[in-house]
């Protein structure tokens, strides 16, 4: 069955929306005064040429390229490769650039002739069906490595950020002869190497969500000297081959089915599978076997995504929650949720201004973002519960004056995906805020944030700083694959340059979060204190670049910050597949007491959580709360704790 078209009208008064407010600013969240704007329709967005003008839509900007099967495929070709050439060199990893690549339904491609392209910084590829069956290519769509190192044949994926793929049937059909990629694929062990798997070698922020693959994929580009790639996220999918993973660090596999899952040598430190269909058997026991599975997610809800119905109209489908669910939320052929038509929607691009879309908003309407970079002079205000906030080709929030990029005052209802959202010159006591302390939340419809990506440093050319990067106070609120990350490169970085606290701090009651990875913050990286909480997989890196131990005390007599803290007052949580690193890389003997701590209470409990050396100096002394064996140059780990308490 098809998705319902009916909408969901929300009644919403205005006297509330002040009572939000108002409850916003006394929390401090960061909402800056601005001279009174009449509200306005978006405007249109400013000229410029398309890189796709044979295939670009006018409502949605020219940075959206929707291709259709009508089309020659040396057209979808070239304007394919156009965009790769800009976006796959590592050059581009902080540029301005961004795309959304939409396939109406159809077939593209044949395996006479297949259709094959790389997927580089800033693209979303996505169908444009309301059932993944609906839009099939037959080709390859990768992601090779891309940071090489001059002079060498290493060349690894570490730093494959920001791109995603989702909505579509991939058959993994790959030319008779090395097709010429665009850009040339740096290929260490001769031509043809990159011609032999569908390769998707990327890290965080790199989703595979809502797809179909008939064949095999390689997460680790195996076609260089070392090769590394630093995980990722698949939900909602069905893979029927393998999940090549060869030597990824970790890996989290949501609520999918898949034909096996394969790796190491060298890596594979923390895999987990929830509500997955053909995982490999639960194994907790040192390098290469530290498999964590859930038979079933607790609760979840799919990503909201655009598609077109019969006639050619643009609408957004919002996936109803689930419970206790396994295996891709469309495999049966019914798919519970709304349907939204475009009109219900402000289409909003990088010269709209924050106000304009705020108003938008509280007069009712959902938002889209199209792709570009949003400086923001005040916050975009989320004031009615229902609202649905989907970015396209990872637009990026840049807060401008210590503000919010964005509040979100509902504690119901509310969906925030695609984003990427970046500190700015002046603190923020927090990037986003979501929810108010103490008003409650909705199980039967949670507030959603799912490929939400926070970035503290690295694009800009001048210090940032942000306190907080997550603040969610919703209870019941769902957390779906979120990267927070304190630059270790790019520009303007160091202990310094690129200041930031913690990367979430999580006060409401009974959230769910998967696939959580937060790196490199100065001190707590998140700070848990709701009741009934629950993390499936946790990935981080403690800061690289800390000067002194003086300089990183959690308290007068502990060493360090514990990457991971459940508050005292908590007396129930759930942790799943949850791990840290070290790699102190300013010669100094930093040490860290532990990377877990929590309350020694029986509701409290951890399962399978480890710690990492990776290189540098320094130690981790204990897992959580003093237990588990040091990670150090001798001893590298990992660290394995079980079952804690």
Known sequence: MRPSTRGITVRWRRPAARVLVAAALAAGAGFAAAPSLAAQASPAAAAAASICPDASVAALGPNVCVFTPAMSQAAVQNDLNAIAAQQVPVASQFSSQRYAVLFRPGTYGSSD???????????????????????VINGAIDVFNNLCTA??????????FWRSLSNLTLNVDLPSSTPDYVPPVQDAFGAGCANTAQMWSASQA?????????????????????????????????????????????????NSAIGGAAGCPQGLWNMVYSGVQGTPAPVFAGQCEQNTVLPASPVTEEEPFLYTDASGGYHVFVPAVQHGSSGPSWSGGQEAGTSLPLSKFFVANPSTPALAISAALARGKDLILTPGVYQLNQPILVSRPGTVVLGLGLATLVPQHGNAAMIVTPNSGVKLSGMIIDAGPVNSPALLSVGLPGLGGSSSDPDLIQDVYFRIGGAETTPVSASVSLADNASNSIIDDVWAWRADHGNAVGWTQNTGATGLVVTGSGVTAYGLAV?????????????????????????????????????????????????????????????????????????????????KTAGVQFHDIFTQFLTGSGSINSVINGTGAAVNSGSHGPSDVVSYP
């Open 519 to 599: 790196e490199h913050y100065q001190k707590n990286e998140v700070i848990w204190s709701g009741q009934g909480g629950t993390d499936v997989f946790f990935q981080n890196e403690l800061p690289y670049d800390v000067p002194s131990q003086s300089a990183w005390m959690s308290t007068p007599t502990q060493d360090g910050y514990p990457a991971f803290l459940v508050s005292p007052g908590v007396r129930t949580f759930q942790g799943y597949g949850l791990g840290s690193y070290s790699f102190f890389n300013q010669g100094v003997d930093i040490q860290d007491a532990m990377a877990f701590q929590a309350p």
């Open 113 to 135: 002739s297949p259709l094959v392209f790389q997927v580089g910084y800033y693209t979303q590829v996505a169908g444009l069906g309301s059932m993944p069956q609906d839009t």
């Open 151 to 160: 002079g060498t044949q290493d060349c690894n994926s570490d730093d494959n």
């Open 206 to 254: 790199a989703p595979i969500r809502r797809a179909i693959i008939n064949g095999s994929v390689v997460f680790q580009d195996y076609c260089a000297n070392n090769n590394f790639a630093s995980g990722g996220f698949i939900a909602d999918s069905k893979v029927s081959g393998t999940l090549s993973f060869n030597g990824n660090q970790q890996y989290m596999v949501r």
